[in-house]
């Protein structure tokens, strides 16, 4: 049997862990430079307040009725998801983490009649070592593991914990979720599956004509099929895939017009894509710099993309930093007013597997301990403690807009909440 455990209101439920006072408040999470709701707690859905809605349009009715608006703290909501998965690692041998908030435990081993207990004990582990509310399903796939943990959520009688682990219960279950709730099949398949007469996940189980499935739907259509038949197709993957591309890209809290407030805002982006880089143990060849106007405003339009290919490939972010600023000064046009930058590291490889040219000098041991050692500092002291000069003091030109930002209070000492 499997376990999918699931965050409640995610980003929302870490900024209510320091702020005990926001209990029973409604609470929203706001994306970057504060632009739409992107986390709810169940007291803001009631208010009508849905996913995407935009600030400025929402944001009378905050006031009103005493909405708690966060900007996005990405930091904090960082560490306390490894909390939540180092404390999940403990009840289970086997743990996929899917994504910040949501992870896979195989339960193998336990007895059918005990599933409930232990997915009660799952759930009050997290609530009493981290203090995230968290819902679990428990079936015998992931995909209906999925379906238990929607239903969980929304009943109030299962109180956070679903198993369907008997034919009679994932009926039941499966009649009750749409197929647009079906994880993995998305708006476009669901309403192809509809225009098939097919609206529920026990019709789509149930449908007979696979050949057809697999044609419309694909392969993994045809998969997540069998998954609700209880046939396993996605088991749970241990290893973590390293990421064949890393991009790090911001809009600005306001334009910028200024050459070397873009150079520092690019500075900053690679420094951070480096940073995770070296984290999976990588190295690139090719950097992708790109910045453009704002698409929404009525004036003279400019999007900029240039890229760099290294012949051997590298870590260091004093070299890729070089580069991008470069292709900045090159593709720079001025008169334009800049809403936003990025960069993308490509043709990323293992570091063992890195050849060498002959033409240019590959990344020196010292080189690789220096990044190391800025890598271990930032963590410890805080993101860009250490940082080239490049990324200049003061990002008040680019930064993003983040009125409502929390403290960092588990990343910083500085921010470290106050006893009286």
């Known amino acids: 049997m499997i376990a999918l455990v699931d965050c409640n209101s995610f980003f929302c439920s870490c900024e209510r862990l320091f702020r005990p006072d926001l209990k029973n408040v409604p609470v929203i999470v706001l994306s970057n430079n504060d632009g739409c709701a992107i986390a709810r707690t169940n007291e803001a859905k009631r208010l009508g307040i849905k996913m995407g809605d935009p600030y400025f349009k929402i944001r009378d009715l905050c006031k009103e009725k005493g909405v708690a608006v966060f900007s996005s703290n990405f930091s904090l909501y960082t560490n306390v998801s490894d909390r939540v998965m180092r404390t999940l690692a403990t009840l289970t041998p086997t743990l996929q983490i899917y994504s910040v ?168 982006y690679v420094s951070s894509a480096a940073e995770k880089l070296r984290k999976q143990g990588s190295v690139c060849r090719r950097i992708d710099v790109f910045f453009r106007t704002s698409p929404f405003k009525d004036n003279e339009q400019y999007y900029a993309y240039d890229t760099y290919q290294f012949l051997t490939a590298t870590l260091d972010t004093r070299k890729l930093i070089e580069k991008a600023i470069q292709l900045v000064e090159t593709n720079y046009r001025s008169g334009f007013e800049y809403k936003k930058a990025g960069v993308r590291l490509c043709d990323i490889i293992e570091e063992d597997e890195n050849q060498i040219s002959l033409f240019e000098q590959a990344d020196s041991l010292l080189s690789e301990q220096l990044m190391k050692t800025i890598d271990q500092v930032n963590l410890r002291e805080g993101p860009q403690m250490i940082r080239s000069a490049s990324c200049g003091v003061d990002n008040n030109a680019w930064k993003m807009l983040r009125e409502h930002k929390s403290p960092r209070y588990t990343t910083s000492w500085r921010e470290l909440p106050k006893v009286k």
């Not at 044609?215 to 997540?224: A, H, P």
Request: proline share 2%; with cysteine.
């Open 101 to 268: 908030d949501e992870a896979f435990l195989c339960l193998e081993g336990i007895r059918e009649n005990e599933l409930a207990d232990y997915g009660r004990h799952i759930k009050e582990t997290i609530e009493k070592e981290v203090g995230i509310p968290v819902s679990v399903g428990i079936a015998p796939t992931k995909t209906m593991a999925k379906i238990a943990n929607f239903i969980g959520k929304r009943s109030d009688k299962a109180k956070g914990v679903v198993v369907l682990n008997e034919k009679r219960l994932q009926d039941i279950a499966l009649e009750r979720v749409g197929v647009s709730d079906i994880w993995g099949i998305g708006r476009a398949n669901a309403k192809k599956l509809e225009s098939l007469g097919i609206k529920n996940a026990k019709q789509f189980r149930d449908y007979k004509n696979e050949t057809y499935i697999k044609k419309i739907l694909t392969k993994v259509g045809l998969q997540t099929k069998q998954e609700l038949a209880g046939i396993s197709c996605f088991p749970i993957e241990i290893e973590i895939e390293k990421k064949k591309e890393i991009m790090c890209s911001r809009s600005f809290g306001q334009g910028v017009f200024d050459l070397s407030a873009l150079k520092e805002s690019v500075a900053n």
